[in-house]
């Protein structure tokens, strides 16, 4: 069933569910935590790089 016909940049919640569920399952609770916060930081930080932020400190 396609709920959505064009995702583009992002994703369905199901999908991301399932990512979740199947990481935890695989790594256990809190093999989970530190790759979803590792994953977290990475887009962070790709995100301020990408804005030019980088670097700065207030």
Not at 17 to 30: N, P, Q, V, W, Y
Not at 44 to 53: K, M, P, Q, W
């Amino acid at each position: 069933m396609n709920r959505r016909p064009e995702l583009g940049e992002f994703t369905s919640v199901a999908a991301l569910t399932a990512i979740l569920h199947g990481t935890r399952d695989t790594l256990g609770e809190d093999g989970a935590k530190v790759i979803l916060i590792r994953a977290g930081k990475h887009v962070g930080t790709e995100i301020v790089t990408a804005l030019g932020y980088a670097g700065l400190r207030d």
